[in-house]
């Protein structure tokens, strides 16, 4: 039976398979999901911001630390790094602010970050103005995205 | 070490709840008014605590709110977050309105302009309270306001502020007609340097 293991902000979880990673309501924040199909282990990290600051030793709260991190502890549990592929999601405008939104920061600095590490983006479902659930799946590497105004989609 | 909410005093909370307080009872005065019955505030809670608290307090995160956001300018920066829960917007919806709303996904665009509307009057109101205590000069923007998971629309207060650490301060208060009562919430939510500086006006270093 497999266990589902929740994400929170700011954090990432590792699991192998058949585990399912959740993450909840994410707004502006981004869920990168790497999957690594042949040993099955698949890791979720829930970004917050764009750009880590030297005095916040937090590094899975921002994109340019969390990715590399989830990545290196991947590959400690047998994990290829070219083997792995990225399903990304969230980055919305919840309320339609003006200017370059925290959001798009994040999807922004999350690419980046992706191709620096040479992990290819399989998929996303990123921007919008509305918050997204997500759960990957360890087994398939299928990620669903949930939100009120969608309902289930699978990318 | 850098300044963050968690750092306050007993004596410095009291005057954060004060100026809760105070703003709360003019809120009422503008809710009576406008919803043509008595509205009384119970005496607000404070808590400084932790986004993920916050979502686990207002009912998890997946949890379906109308948020409201205002932000603050001019001598104070920072913004006000109201988070609307189900039960008031239907009662909202009722007095203003004259229909009852089943469920949010049904809410029309005059549902949401009265939100809107609720949001202004309520930050008015709080604002002009402590303005007028502080002193100092406080610009509100229009309000913007999205109906979505909790979860979800606090990331914006968290994005915000989660350079400067991972708690906020949040406001609870009962607003208390003669039928019914509904629970509120507010993230009252001046930049740092803004709260010293309201602080300092009321004379608590």
Redesign the interface.
């Given at each position: 039976m497999e266990e589902r293991i929740v994400v929170?902000?700011?954090d990432q979880k590792i699991v192998r398979n058949p585990d399912i990673l959740v993450s909840?309501?994410?707004?502006?924040?981004v869920g990168v999901c790497l999957h690594d199909r042949i040993v099955r282990v698949a890791g979720l990290a829930h970004i917050?911001?764009p750009e880590s600051?030297p005095?916040?030793m937090n590094e899975y709260?921002y994109a340019d630390t969390a990715v590399a991190r989830l990545a290196k502890d991947m590959e400690k549990l047998g994990c290829m790094r070219y083997r792995m592929t990225a399903k990304i999601s969230g980055g919305?405008n919840?309320?339609?602010?003006n200017g370059r939104s925290?959001g798009d920061k994040n999807v922004e600095a999350v690419k980046k970050e992706l191709a620096r590490l040479n992990i290819r983006i399989v998929a996303e479902d990123v921007g919008g103005?509305?918050?997204?659930?997500l759960e990957f799946d360890s087994a398939s590497g299928r990620l669903i995205v949930r939100s009120?105004q969608r309902g289930h989609i699978e990318i | 070490m850098m300044k963050t909410y968690e750092n306050f005093n007993e004596l410095q909370r009291d005057v954060i709840r004060e100026i809760g307080n105070i703003g709360a009872g003019s809120a009422a005065t503008a809710l009576s008014q406008l919803l043509n019955e008595k509205v009384t505030i119970s005496v607000p809670s404070l808590h400084i605590i932790d986004v993920e608290k916050i979502i686990t307090v207002l009912g998890g995160p997946e949890k379906i709110v109308a948020g409201v956001l205002v932000n603050m300018t001019q001598d104070i920066e920072g913004m006000l977050f109201y988070i609307l829960n189900n039960e008031f917007v239907r009662i909202i919806h009722k007095q203003l309105l004259g229909e009852p709303i089943d469920d949010y996904k049904n809410i029309t665009e005059i549902g949401m302009s009265a939100l809107t509307e609720i949001a202004n009057i309520l930050s008015g109101s709080y604002i002009n309270a402590l303005s007028a205590f502080t002193n100092l000069d406080i610009r509100l923007s229009t309000p913007h306001i999205a109906i979505d998971m909790v979860g979800a629309l606090l990331n914006y207060p968290a994005a915000r502020f989660g350079e400067i650490g991972d708690k906020l301060l949040l406001v609870e208060e009962d607003f208390i007609s003669d039928e019914e009562s509904v629970t509120s919430h507010m993230l009252i939510m001046p930049d740092i340097r803004s709260l010293d500086l309201i602080l300092k006006r009321l004379g608590v270093e």
């Amino acid at each position: 039976m497999e266990e589902r293991i929740v994400v929170g902000i700011s954090d990432q979880k590792i699991v192998r398979n058949p585990d399912i990673l959740v993450s909840y309501a994410l707004g502006s924040c981004v869920g990168v999901c790497l999957h690594d199909r042949i040993v099955r282990v698949a890791g979720l990290a829930h970004i917050l911001l764009p750009e880590s600051k030297p005095w916040d030793m937090n590094e899975y709260k921002y994109a340019d630390t969390a990715v590399a991190r989830l990545a290196k502890d991947m590959e400690k549990l047998g994990c290829m790094r070219y083997r792995m592929t990225a399903k990304i999601s969230g980055g919305a405008n919840m309320f339609y602010t003006n200017g370059r939104s925290v959001g798009d920061k994040n999807v922004e600095a999350v690419k980046k970050e992706l191709a620096r590490l040479n992990i290819r983006i399989v998929a996303e479902d990123v921007g919008g103005n509305f918050g997204r659930t997500l759960e990957f799946d360890s087994a398939s590497g299928r990620l669903i995205v949930r939100s009120i105004q969608r309902g289930h989609i699978e990318i | 070490m850098m300044k963050t909410y968690e750092n306050f005093n007993e004596l410095q909370r009291d005057v954060i709840r004060e100026i809760g307080n105070i703003g709360a009872g003019s809120a009422a005065t503008a809710l009576s008014q406008l919803l043509n019955e008595k509205v009384t505030i119970s005496v607000p809670s404070l808590h400084i605590i932790d986004v993920e608290k916050i979502i686990t307090v207002l009912g998890g995160p997946e949890k379906i709110v109308a948020g409201v956001l205002v932000n603050m300018t001019q001598d104070i920066e920072g913004m006000l977050f109201y988070i609307l829960n189900n039960e008031f917007v239907r009662i909202i919806h009722k007095q203003l309105l004259g229909e009852p709303i089943d469920d949010y996904k049904n809410i029309t665009e005059i549902g949401m302009s009265a939100l809107t509307e609720i949001a202004n009057i309520l930050s008015g109101s709080y604002i002009n309270a402590l303005s007028a205590f502080t002193n100092l000069d406080i610009r509100l923007s229009t309000p913007h306001i999205a109906i979505d998971m909790v979860g979800a629309l606090l990331n914006y207060p968290a994005a915000r502020f989660g350079e400067i650490g991972d708690k906020l301060l949040l406001v609870e208060e009962d607003f208390i007609s003669d039928e019914e009562s509904v629970t509120s919430h507010m993230l009252i939510m001046p930049d740092i340097r803004s709260l010293d500086l309201i602080l300092k006006r009321l004379g608590v270093e």
